[in-house]
């Protein structure tokens, strides 16, 4: 996969791994779809190591549920670390 099809994918994957966690995280967009990119990074990085199943193509739909869950894990990561909890009444 070349580096712009990676880097759309964690902006994706970043967009969608917000829309799919509760309540409001911190940063805004900018830094949820930067942290996206992270987690797509890690998401097959774990993949690889403990699935044997790194990154593929950019249509894989292995390729889109580990960048999901990378970014999903990065941005809980994230908010764990600003202090950032759920919805605010």
Known sequence: M???AF????????AI???ILPGRQAGGWFVTLLLGVVGALLGGWLGSVLFN????????????LLAIGGSIIVLLIYGALTGRK???A
């Open 2 to 4: 070349g580096f712009f």
């Open 7 to 14: 880097l759309l994918l964690g902006l994706i994957a970043g």
């Open 17 to 19: 791994a917000k829309a």
């Open 53 to 64: 199943k790194p990154l593929e193509e950019f249509w894989s739909i292995q390729t889109w």
């Open 86 to 88: 759920g919805a605010r």
